[in-house]
């Protein structure tokens, strides 16, 4: 292969950074402040922090009412703020490592509503390819500056976040140009392989870290995820294979209850409910789904980044102010939404005290300021008493409607909803949807890590 080729991490590598090698590993960590944009970041893809613990915290339970420890799991470190980054890169990197994409050859585009877009425009840049993201007009106007700030182009389609055939429809438009290769997340399996390992793991070894801190029984009760690529979601399925009394929850939008009721419509819980099934989501393996409402994530998201809500935080309920700031500086609207699913879920199951609900933070505040901004135009600036009662009704309040177990039946028609978008749509074999059923189908994807890894190893010598 060209030595201009450039790589970045294996799978184990961006599970346990320890194992890279150290003189990479310290460029990469000073790279971090110094130098966001040098390709050597690509090795500050992880959960860890730098001191190897994972990037997770307990979110107070002044805050979720319930006696389950609600975990999160956030990725505001990742070189782009968001764990995207790492879906992005693992199907960039395996595009290239099977000779499907050469920069100064092709032009890459990334079909997303925001973050994978954003890791697209990050990772293409930062391994020398011409770059082009998809999205939908609607999305917030800072992932707009971000793609661009990252050196790469956007096209934008008509909708919102749920608005996904419009961008594929786009996306078979550029592919005229016998140059363009579209990494589709929605059926790239890099996708699934890196939640499967490095996020599955990550999940697997933070309860066992916080068991040592004195928090929980160092298991994983649930696992609660809303669905945007179907990506993050396949943590659960390495996290069951560890823990096998872990509930593996998937989260919809009220709004766009696709798998809840076949429903469909706009919403504005940016990065998930995306109004079909992906083909890398596992869903005969989920126990269970819940709706969330998107006016709620955006407003109780207020209260957690909003300096009145910080001082609800810390004066009344007594929350300590640093982590306060952790808590601040972690959410986004999605992870609000997980937060209410987590509450949810802690409260279906009956969980308690030594019960951990593991859910993921996928971006934070820095993308969602104007959509900080619109509340304020529309409600009125946020006051403590606002705060309070926002509080009170979105978490306390969380109720037990809009949940869905995993029977034989739901598994069964979540797994049918795939035909209409990947064998009528995107030309995908009815056979191979039908081997969704057996779980032997996912494994032999999830087996596929050290072989790849070894490949990786081989190319960058």
Request: aromatic share 8%; with cysteine; net charge negative.
């Amino acid at each position: 292969m060209p030595s201009t080729l450039v790589w970045g991490p294996t799978y184990e590598e961006m599970l346990h950074p320890s194992s890279i090698e150290p003189e990479t590993r310290r460029r990469a960590l000073a790279a971090a402040g110094e130098d966001p944009l040098d390709a050597i970041n690509l090795f500050n893809i992880t959960w860890r922090r730098p001191d190897g613990s994972a990037s997770a915290f307990v979110v107070p339970k002044e805050l979720t009412g319930v006696d389950a420890n609600i975990v999160a799991l956030y990725s505001k470190d990742f070189p782009t703020g968001s764990h995207k980054v790492g879906a992005t890169y693992s199907v960039t990197m395996e595009s290239q490592l099977c000779g499907a994409i050469r920069p100064g050859e092709h032009k890459i585009v990334f079909p997303s509503t925001g973050n994978y877009g954003i890791g697209g425009a990050w990772v293409g840049g930062r391994m020398g390819y011409e770059t082009l993201v998809v999205l939908p007009e609607l999305m917030s106007r800072e992932r707009f500056e971000k793609i661009s700030a990252y050196g790469a182009g956007y096209v934008t389609t008509p909708g919102g976040e749920s608005s996904v055939k419009e961008i594929y429809d786009k996306c078979r438009e550029l592919s005229s140009d016998p140059a363009v290769r579209v990494l589709n997340q929605f059926e790239a399996m890099p996708n699934y392989r890196f939640h499967y390992h490095c996020t599955g793991n990550t999940v697997v070894e933070a309860v066992r870290e916080l068991q040592h801190g004195g928090t929980g029984n160092g298991r994983c009760a649930a696992f609660v995820s809303a669905m945007g690529s179907g990506g993050t979601i396949a943590a659960g399925d390495r996290i069951k294979q560890e823990f096998s009394e872990t509930k593996m929850v998937g989260l919809e939008p009220v709004q766009c209850s696709t798998l809840y009721c076949n429903g469909f419509g706009d919403h504005d819980i940016q990065g998930i409910g995306d109004k079909h099934v992906t083909w890398i989501h596992n869903v005969t393996n989920m126990d269970a789904l819940a709706c969330v409402d998107d006016m709620e994530c955006k407003l109780m998201l207020q209260v957690l980044t909003d300096p009145a809500g910080l001082e609800y935080l810390c004066g009344d309920l007594g929350i300590e102010q640093s982590l306060a700031g952790t808590v601040s500086e972690s959410f986004g609207i999605s992870g609000v939404c997980n937060l209410i699913g987590a509450i949810k879920v802690a409260k279906h199951f009956r969980m308690g005290p030594q019960d951990n609900v593991v859910t993921v933070l996928t971006d934070s505040i820095d993308r969602y300021n104007s959509v900080m901004h619109a509340l304020d135009c529309r409600f009125g600036r946020l006051d403590r008493r606002e705060a309070r009662s926002r509080h009170e009704r979105i978490l306390l309040g969380a109720g037990l409607d809009y949940i869905q177990e995993g029977t034989q039946h739901n598994r069964d028609r979540w797994l049918n909803l795939k035909y209409y978008t990947w064998v009528e749509q995107h030309g995908k074999r009815v056979e191979d949807l039908i081997a969704q059923r057996s779980q032997a189908w996912w494994r032999d994807h999830q087996a596929m890590v050290p072989e790849i890894d070894g490949a990786l190893r081989k190319a960058r010598k």
